[in-house]
Protein backbone atom coordinates (compact mmCIF):
# COMPACT_ATOMS: atom_id res chain seq x y z
CA UNK A 1 0.00 0.00 0.00
CA UNK A 2 2.93 2.33 0.45
CA UNK A 3 4.56 1.66 -2.75
CA UNK A 4 1.00 2.44 -4.31
CA UNK A 5 0.91 5.63 -2.40
CA UNK A 6 4.31 6.28 -3.49
CA UNK A 7 3.93 5.61 -7.27
CA UNK A 8 0.80 8.03 -7.22
CA UNK A 9 2.65 10.96 -5.86
CA UNK A 10 5.78 10.53 -8.08
CA UNK A 11 3.31 10.20 -11.11
CA UNK A 12 2.14 13.33 -9.72
CA UNK A 13 4.95 15.57 -8.80
CA UNK A 14 6.69 13.91 -12.63
CA UNK A 15 2.81 15.16 -14.34
CA UNK A 16 3.68 19.26 -13.61
CA UNK A 17 7.32 18.68 -14.51
CA UNK A 18 5.99 17.13 -18.26
CA UNK A 19 3.11 19.77 -18.45
CA UNK A 20 5.47 22.53 -18.38
CA UNK A 21 7.58 20.94 -21.43
CA UNK A 22 4.53 19.28 -23.17
CA UNK A 23 1.61 21.51 -22.65
CA UNK A 24 -1.79 20.70 -21.40
CA UNK A 25 -2.43 17.79 -23.54
CA UNK A 26 -0.98 15.42 -21.57
CA UNK A 27 -2.82 13.15 -18.42
CA UNK A 28 -1.31 10.54 -16.13
CA UNK A 29 -2.82 6.52 -16.07
CA UNK A 30 -2.17 4.71 -12.95
CA UNK A 31 -2.70 0.60 -12.91
CA UNK A 32 -3.94 -0.12 -9.83
CA UNK A 33 -4.21 -3.19 -7.76
CA UNK A 34 -7.93 -4.87 -5.81
CA UNK A 35 -6.25 -4.58 -2.97
CA UNK A 36 -5.06 -0.89 -3.03
CA UNK A 37 -8.80 -0.38 -4.83
CA UNK A 38 -10.21 -2.04 -1.25
CA UNK A 39 -8.34 -0.59 1.03
CA UNK A 40 -9.75 1.36 3.48
CA UNK A 41 -10.80 5.36 2.65
CA UNK A 42 -8.85 4.29 -1.14
CA UNK A 43 -11.14 6.97 -2.48
CA UNK A 44 -10.18 9.81 0.46
CA UNK A 45 -7.07 8.90 -0.25
CA UNK A 46 -7.09 9.13 -3.65
CA UNK A 47 -8.93 12.56 -3.75
CA UNK A 48 -6.29 14.22 -0.86
CA UNK A 49 -3.63 13.28 -3.31
CA UNK A 50 -4.93 14.73 -6.14
CA UNK A 51 -6.52 18.05 -3.74
CA UNK A 52 -2.41 18.13 -2.95
CA UNK A 53 -1.08 18.01 -5.91
CA UNK A 54 -3.60 20.63 -7.99
CA UNK A 55 -3.77 17.56 -10.29
CA UNK A 56 -6.97 18.87 -12.58
CA UNK A 57 -9.42 15.71 -12.71
CA UNK A 58 -9.33 14.93 -16.21
CA UNK A 59 -5.94 14.55 -16.48
CA UNK A 60 -5.81 11.75 -14.06
CA UNK A 61 -6.74 7.83 -14.95
CA UNK A 62 -6.88 4.86 -12.95
CA UNK A 63 -7.19 1.91 -14.91
CA UNK A 64 -8.47 -1.36 -13.83
CA UNK A 65 -8.08 -4.72 -15.08
CA UNK A 66 -10.88 -6.65 -16.51
CA UNK A 67 -10.18 -9.32 -13.75
CA UNK A 68 -10.89 -6.84 -11.40
CA UNK A 69 -14.29 -5.72 -12.33
CA UNK A 70 -14.69 -9.68 -11.58
CA UNK A 71 -14.14 -9.17 -8.13
CA UNK A 72 -16.26 -5.71 -7.76
CA UNK A 73 -19.50 -6.92 -7.90
CA UNK A 74 -22.45 -5.63 -4.87
CA UNK A 75 -21.29 -3.57 -2.42
CA UNK A 76 -17.53 -3.19 -4.06
CA UNK A 77 -19.08 -1.25 -7.31
CA UNK A 78 -20.07 1.17 -5.05
CA UNK A 79 -16.34 2.48 -4.80
CA UNK A 80 -15.81 2.71 -8.39
CA UNK A 81 -19.21 4.68 -8.08
CA UNK A 82 -17.81 7.37 -5.38
CA UNK A 83 -14.04 7.58 -8.00
CA UNK A 84 -16.16 8.74 -10.48
CA UNK A 85 -17.85 11.01 -8.66
CA UNK A 86 -14.75 12.87 -7.57
CA UNK A 87 -14.15 13.50 -11.16
CA UNK A 88 -11.55 10.96 -11.61
CA UNK A 89 -12.26 8.48 -14.81
CA UNK A 90 -11.93 4.95 -14.86
CA UNK A 91 -10.24 2.76 -17.53
CA UNK A 92 -10.60 -0.96 -18.11
CA UNK A 93 -7.41 -2.38 -19.10
CA UNK A 94 -6.93 -5.35 -20.60
CA UNK A 95 -10.24 -5.24 -22.09
CA UNK A 96 -11.26 -8.70 -23.92
CA UNK A 97 -8.53 -11.18 -22.13
CA UNK A 98 -10.64 -11.73 -18.85
CA UNK A 99 -13.79 -12.52 -18.44
CA UNK A 100 -15.24 -10.39 -21.46
CA UNK A 101 -18.18 -9.72 -19.92
CA UNK A 102 -19.92 -6.82 -21.99
CA UNK A 103 -22.13 -6.14 -18.84
CA UNK A 104 -18.80 -4.17 -17.50
CA UNK A 105 -18.94 -1.37 -20.35
CA UNK A 106 -22.79 -1.11 -19.37
CA UNK A 107 -22.71 -1.68 -15.11
CA UNK A 108 -19.77 -0.11 -14.32
CA UNK A 109 -19.19 3.82 -14.21
CA UNK A 110 -15.88 3.56 -16.50
CA UNK A 111 -15.20 5.96 -19.24
CA UNK A 112 -13.08 4.55 -21.38
CA UNK A 113 -11.64 0.61 -22.45
CA UNK A 114 -8.42 -0.13 -23.24
CA UNK A 115 -8.16 -2.57 -25.92
CA UNK A 116 -5.70 -5.28 -24.98
CA UNK A 117 -2.71 -6.44 -27.46
CA UNK A 118 -3.58 -9.96 -28.19
CA UNK A 119 -6.12 -8.12 -30.61
CA UNK A 120 -3.93 -6.20 -32.24
CA UNK A 121 -0.87 -8.39 -32.84
CA UNK A 122 -1.75 -10.67 -35.65
CA UNK A 123 -4.16 -7.88 -37.30
CA UNK A 124 -2.05 -7.78 -40.46
CA UNK A 125 -2.19 -11.46 -40.96
CA UNK A 126 -5.55 -12.39 -39.34
CA UNK A 127 -8.76 -10.52 -40.60
CA UNK A 128 -10.76 -12.39 -36.88
CA UNK A 129 -8.13 -10.36 -34.79
CA UNK A 130 -8.93 -6.75 -37.61
CA UNK A 131 -13.06 -7.41 -37.00
CA UNK A 132 -12.49 -7.87 -33.15
CA UNK A 133 -10.53 -5.13 -32.23
CA UNK A 134 -12.44 -2.89 -34.69
CA UNK A 135 -16.28 -4.11 -33.05
CA UNK A 136 -14.60 -3.52 -29.73
CA UNK A 137 -13.79 -0.01 -30.64
CA UNK A 138 -17.14 0.12 -32.49
CA UNK A 139 -19.17 -0.81 -29.39
CA UNK A 140 -17.42 1.17 -26.90
CA UNK A 141 -17.79 4.25 -28.80
CA UNK A 142 -21.52 3.57 -29.65
CA UNK A 143 -21.74 3.28 -25.32
CA UNK A 144 -19.95 6.86 -24.97
CA UNK A 145 -16.67 5.50 -24.09
CA UNK A 146 -13.21 6.80 -25.25
CA UNK A 147 -11.38 3.66 -26.70
CA UNK A 148 -7.20 2.84 -26.33
CA UNK A 149 -5.90 0.61 -28.72
CA UNK A 150 -2.31 -0.71 -26.93
CA UNK A 151 0.35 -2.89 -28.55
CA UNK A 152 1.02 -1.34 -31.80
CA UNK A 153 3.85 -2.10 -33.20
CA UNK A 154 4.05 -1.37 -36.33
CA UNK A 155 3.37 0.69 -39.33
CA UNK A 156 1.19 -1.48 -40.83
CA UNK A 157 -0.79 -2.18 -37.36
CA UNK A 158 -0.98 1.36 -37.37
CA UNK A 159 -2.69 2.37 -40.41
CA UNK A 160 -4.86 -0.73 -39.85
CA UNK A 161 -5.88 0.84 -36.63
CA UNK A 162 -5.86 4.34 -37.75
CA UNK A 163 -9.05 2.80 -39.50
CA UNK A 164 -11.08 2.19 -36.64
CA UNK A 165 -11.22 5.93 -35.47
CA UNK A 166 -10.08 4.54 -31.87
CA UNK A 167 -9.44 7.48 -29.72
CA UNK A 168 -6.18 6.59 -29.03
CA UNK A 169 -3.18 4.27 -30.16
CA UNK A 170 -0.74 3.55 -27.95
CA UNK A 171 2.81 0.73 -28.21
CA UNK A 172 5.91 0.68 -28.97
CA UNK A 173 5.20 1.67 -32.45
CA UNK A 174 5.47 5.18 -30.91
CA UNK A 175 7.75 4.50 -28.31
CA UNK A 176 9.28 2.10 -25.58
CA UNK A 177 8.84 3.63 -22.33
CA UNK A 178 10.81 5.79 -21.11
CA UNK A 179 12.08 7.42 -17.47
CA UNK A 180 11.27 11.36 -16.48
CA UNK A 181 14.73 12.06 -17.62
CA UNK A 182 14.42 10.69 -21.01
CA UNK A 183 10.75 12.54 -21.74
CA UNK A 184 12.84 15.80 -20.61
CA UNK A 185 15.48 15.25 -22.95
Not at 162 to 184: R, V
Request: net charge negative.
Amino acid sequence: MPLGEWIINKAFTDYFILKEKYGDNIYISINISTRQLLSTNFVNKIDAIVKKHNIPRNAFLLEITENLLFDLEGDNLEILKEIKNIGIELVIDDFGTGYSSLSYLKNFPVSRVKIDRSFIQDITNDSKSFRLAEAIVYLAQKMDLKTIVEGVETEEQYQIIKGTDADHIQGFYFSKPKSIGELLQ
